[in-house]
């Protein structure tokens, strides 16, 4: 029977590899966001939820369920946001407001998303291939069914007897 406390040689091995690959592909795509276009990647986040929303808006709400932040985290960020000009509220109603994008905020996204996506290309879907591009997909499915199956609302791991 498998150690349960402890993950094998090639499991640890796998997770780390995940794990070092994501930081560094998502710390490469950060710093290229702010550099060229300022944008941080919290920022290119709101913006590309907020710009493929109808009417380029979302209840705020929504929005923290797209991005899975937590509530205060959404709303500071939102009023950096608001300063910048990128966003503003629409306070129909003021504890979960219409986050909105602006000009400023479409053509921020406008310009970003193409070399953003050019990036992931290079970096992500061309180094892969599509057959393992495909594994990848389905293998992110697949935990985030487990992580259905098995994560309660306070993030404590129910596991089977």
Known sequence: MPDRKRL???????????????HRLERHLSQHLQREFGLSAAD?????????????????????????W????LSHHLSRMERRGLV???SGDRRYPDIVL??????AITA?????????????VEA?????????????DDVAAALARHQDGDCTLSTPE
């Open 112 to 124: 970003a998303a193409p070399a953003n996506a050019e990036r992931v290309r290079t970096l992500f």
């Open 102 to 107: 602006t000009d400023t905020g479409r053509a």
């Open 44 to 68: 290119f986040e709101v913006l590309v939820n907020l710009s493929e929303a109808p009417g380029d808006r979302m209840r705020m709400f929504a929005l923290g369920e797209a991005t899975q």
């Open 70 to 73: 937590e509530k205060s985290r």
């Open 8 to 22: 094998s040689v090639e499991q640890q091995q796998a997770w780390r590899s995940f794990i070092e690959t994501e």
């Open 88 to 90: 503003r509220r629409d």
């Open 128 to 140: 892969l291939g599509p057959e393992r591009l495909a594994l990848i997909r389905d293998a992110c």
